[in-house]
C-alpha cells in the first residue's frame, strides 16, 4: 500500500461536521466519494481530527492509502477536487516517502476565532457579529490563563477512546 497526504480546506456551513454519519452530509464523505470518483476504489480518508457541525477549515491534514492510481502523479490533485463539491478543496497534496498517520502524526492545531462589530453578508459564515467595544488590550492580558497544559476531559465526550485528555497550548492571543 501507498499513502497520499492530502491538505485540505473547507467550508463547513452544509456538512455535520468532518467525521462520516449515516445519512448525513460531512466533509470526510464529501471526500471519500471524490476520491472513488476519480480512481474507482473505496478507499477511505482519515482525518487529523473530527470538526464539528458548521466548522471551517484552511488547511486540515489527512491521508489515504491506495494500490495503484491510474492517473499521472501531477494530476492526482486535480482530479479529487473535480470531483468535489465547490466548498471543499484539496489545497496541497503529497505522495508519502516515510510512515505517517494524519490522526497520530498531528503534533499542532491552530483555532481562529474571529469577531466584527460590523456584520456583512459577506462573511457572515466566518466572522461572528459581537455588537459591543471590545477592549482587545484585557482580552490579550487575560490570554495568559490559558497557556501551559490544561486536562479538558469536561468537554470530551463521554467514554471517549482517549487516554489522555491533556492538552498544551502554545499560544493564545
Given at each position: 500500500m501507498n499513502r497520499i497526504i492530502?491538505?485540505?480546506?473547507?467550508?463547513?456551513?452544509?456538512?455535520?461536521?468532518w467525521q462520516v454519519q449515516p445519512d448525513r452530509s460531512t466533509v470526510q464523505g464529501e471526500l471519500n466519494k471524490a476520491v472513488y470518483k476519480a480512481f474507482g476504489n473505496?478507499?477511505?480518508?482519515?482525518?487529523?481530527?473530527?470538526?464539528?457541525?458548521?466548522?471551517?477549515?484552511?488547511?486540515?491534514?489527512?491521508?489515504?492509502?491506495?494500490?495503484?492510481?491510474?492517473?499521472?502523479?501531477?494530476?492526482v490533485r486535480l482530479?479529487?477536487?473535480?470531483?468535489?463539491?465547490?466548498?471543499?478543496?484539496?489545497?496541497?497534496?503529497?505522495?508519502?516517502?516515510?510512515?505517517?498517520?494524519?490522526?497520530?502524526?498531528?503534533?499542532?492545531?491552530e483555532?481562529?476565532?474571529?469577531?466584527t462589530r460590523?456584520?456583512?453578508?459577506f462573511n457572515n459564515r466566518y466572522i461572528a457579529f459581537f455588537p459591543f467595544q471590545l477592549d482587545i488590550s484585557l482580552l490579550k492580558a487575560s490570554a495568559d490563563v490559558f497557556i501551559g497544559e490544561h486536562s479538558f476531559y469536561s468537554f470530551s465526550k463521554n467514554h471517549s477512546s482517549n487516554g489522555d485528555y491533556v492538552c498544551k497550548i502554545d499560544k493564545c492571543c
Open positions: 492530502i491538505c485540505v480546506e473547507y467550508d463547513g456551513t452544509d456538512y455535520s461536521g473505496k478507499w477511505s480518508v482519515v482525518g487529523a481530527g473530527r470538526t464539528d457541525t458548521g466548522v471551517h477549515s484552511s488547511g486540515q491534514i489527512a491521508h489515504f492509502d491506495y494500490d495503484e492510481i491510474n492517473v499521472p502523479r501531477h494530476k482530479a479529487i477536487n473535480h470531483k468535489l463539491p465547490r466548498n471543499i478543496r484539496v489545497k496541497r497534496l503529497w505522495f508519502a516517502t516515510i510512515p505517517f498517520h494524519a490522526r497520530f502524526d498531528a503534533n499542532l492545531r483555532y481562529r476565532y474571529r469577531f460590523h456584520p456583512s453578508i
